[in-house]
C-alpha cells in the first residue's frame, strides 16, 4: 500500500463516519435522519430513500412524498418502529414528522451515540494503518526494503493515521457542539 491508497481508503472512513454522524438528530429537522430507514417492498429491504422524496418544509418539519402512494403505510410503519421516537402524520397523500426540541437528558444521549460512532471510524483507521504497516513489515522480511526504509514508511503511515484520527475528533467536536446547541 502506498500512501495514496492508505490516505484514499481512510477519507472513505472518514467519509462512513460523517454519514454515520449525519443520522444523529440535532433539534433541527435534517433529511439525512432518515437515512438509516429501509423496509420491505415487494420483498426486498429497500431504503426510504429510494422510495420516496423527502425535504424539510421547515427547521421543525420533514415531509415524505412517497413514489408509490401504496407504500405509504409501510413508510409509516417503518418510521414508527424505528430508533427515532418520532411519530409520523399520514394524510394520505404525504407523511410529515414534526421533530421535537431534545431534551437535555436526548441530547447527551446523541452525544454519546456521536462518540460511538467516532470511536468505529477511528477503529477503521487504525485497521488500515495495520494492514500497511504489516505490508511493509512484509516487503522488510522479504527483502524488497532495507530496515531504515520500513521504519521510514512505518512513520509515515503512524503520521498520516494521526492527522485522520485528529480529523474525526474535530468533526466529533463540531457533531457535539451542534447536539448540544439550544
Not at 55 to 67: A, G, L, W
Not at 106 to 135: H, P, Q, T, V, W
Not at 144 to 153: A, Q, V, Y
Request: aromatic share 4%; charged share 30%; with cysteine.
Amino acid at each position: 500500500m502506498n500512501e495514496k491508497e492508505i490516505q484514499l481508503n481512510m477519507n472513505k472512513s472518514i467519509e462512513a463516519t460523517q454519514r454515520s454522524f449525519n443520522t444523529i438528530r440535532t433539534g433541527r429537522a435534517n433529511a439525512s435522519l432518515l437515512d438509516r430507514i429501509s423496509l420491505e417492498y415487494y420483498d426486498v429491504e429497500t431504503p426510504l430513500k429510494s422510495l420516496a422524496s423527502i425535504t424539510t418544509q421547515d427547521s421543525q418539519t420533514i415531509s415524505i412524498q412517497p413514489f408509490d402512494i401504496s407504500c405509504l403505510p409501510l413508510i409509516e410503519k417503518a418510521i414508527s418502529i424505528s430508533d427515532l421516537g418520532m411519530t409520523p402524520n399520514n394524510d394520505g397523500k404525504t407523511i410529515r414528522i414534526n421533530v421535537p426540541p431534545l431534551t437535555e437528558e436526548r441530547r447527551k444521549e446523541f452525544c454519546k451515540l456521536a462518540s460511538k460512532y467516532a470511536e468505529e471510524g477511528k477503529i477503521a483507521l487504525r485497521n488500515i494503518r495495520r494492514e500497511a504497516i504489516d505490508k511493509v513489515k512484509k516487503e522488510e522480511k522479504d527483502g524488497s526494503i532495507s530496515l531504515d526504509e520500513s521504519r521510514d514508511n512505518q512513520q509515515k503511515i503512524q503520521k498520516i493515521t494521526d492527522q485522520f484520527i485528529a480529523l474525526i475528533e474535530s468533526k466529533l467536536a463540531e457533531k457535539e457542539t451542534e447536539i448540544l446547541k439550544v
